[in-house]
């Protein structure tokens, strides 16, 4: 009776941990969409939803990343007025369960692998941005556009990269699951018992 008491206890902790975390990354998106909408710089909108959201996929699953980035993308469409709707939701529906999936099994998670993945997905939606956000209805004129506004706002994506990175880390590290955090701690202690033994 007592075991089932404490794992139920458990099990309820662990859902308080999910939606809390789910909640502040929620409220980030807002606060990102908020200031994409009224920059405090003028003229310089970094995308900082970009980060996010491939900060977000690097610590969560497939499903739920791609979710998360398609709302990004949904609030980039409304900050930015783009002619296509949905156009940035697409994009990052697609690039964020890559990267989760990326992250679970191929990469280290770090914030060297965050920035260069983020700069990826940056240069790959900026290149698609002057496409078809720009050079089909601007002509050669979109080449203006594309220094005065695509550059600076994809380059504030890739720079602001690793603080966001640090952010989504801190919040996975506080409020992840007790389960998830003995199974990394047991993976990392593994790895370093591993390279112990090829070093001896």
């Known amino acids: 009776m007592k075991r089932s008491l404490g794992s139920r206890s458990r099990s309820r902790r662990a859902m308080l941990r999910v939606v809390l975390r789910w909640s502040i990354y929620a409220a980030i998106m807002v606060l990102f969409y908020l200031f994409s909408s009224n920059p405090l710089i003028r003229g310089f909108c970094p995308l900082l939803l970009i980060p996010l959201a491939t900060a977000v996929a690097m610590h969560e699953g497939d499903l739920a990343s791609g979710i998360f980035g398609m709302f990004c993308g949904l609030l980039m469409d409304m900050a930015n007025g783009t002619s296509l709707v949905g156009f940035y939701a697409l994009w990052l529906l697609?690039?964020?369960?890559?990267?989760?999936?990326?992250?679970?099994?191929?990469?280290?998670?770090?914030?060297?692998?965050?920035?260069?993945?983020?700069?990826?997905?940056?240069?790959?939606?900026?290149?698609?941005?002057?496409l078809f956000l720009h050079w089909v209805w601007e002509g050669t004129q979109s080449v203006v556009s594309f220094v005065r506004v695509v550059l600076p706002a994809y380059f504030g994506a890739v720079l602001f990269s690793v603080p966001i990175y640090f952010l989504i880390s801190l919040i996975v590290s506080k409020l992840r699951p007790d389960e998830h955090r003995k199974l990394e701690a047991s993976a990392q202690h593994s790895e370093s018992d591993e390279d112990g033994k090829n070093i001896g």
């Open 94 to 130: 697609f690039a964020c369960p890559a990267i989760s999936l990326f992250s679970r099994f191929l990469i280290k998670v770090n914030f060297v692998s965050h920035f260069v993945i983020n700069a990826g997905v940056s240069l790959l939606i900026a290149v698609l941005d002057m």
